[in-house]
Nanobody, 117 residues
Framework: QVQLVESGGGLAQPGGSLRLSCETS????????MNWYRQAPGKERELVAT???????DYTDSVKGRFSISRNFIKNTVFLQMNSLKPEDTAVYYC???????????WGQGTQVTVSS
């Protein structure tokens, strides 16, 4: 059974930091591209960050220089370090695993991030 379990969300002040984790099980982790998405109230789900197995990363423009995605192949976990948080970063954050060899993808249940003073 495939599971993606996010954690680390919560309330942060503007300028603060949070670190999200997404622990995976049931997949061959190195055969999946990992993404972080977010969805704010009333908005469409947005791709935030991507990391492929060879370590290449990509970010949406609004988080470049503030967010950092990484992955741990021993723990089968992907992380999103979020610094210099802004109120507009408030959203539910989801991780996604996308197979590089088949048309399969899996989603986590989401974790709420709220940035407010």
């Amino acid at each position: 059974q495939v599971q993606l379990v996010e954690s680390g969300g919560g309330l942060a002040q503007p300028g603060g930091s949070l670190r999200l984790s997404c622990e995976t099980s049931g997949i061959t982790f190195n055969l999946y591209t990992m993404n972080w998405y977010r969805q704010a109230p009333g908005k469409e789900r947005e791709l935030v960050a991507t990391i492929v197995a060879d370590g290449r990363v990509d970010y949406t423009d609004s988080v470049k220089g503030r967010f950092s995605i990484s992955r741990n192949f021993i723990k089968n976990t992907v992380f999103l370090q979020m610094n210099s948080l802004k109120p507009e970063d408030t959203a539910v954050y989801y991780c996604r695993a996308q197979s590089v060899i088949a048309s399969r993808q899996y989603w986590g249940q989401g974790t709420q991030v709220t940035v407010s003073s």
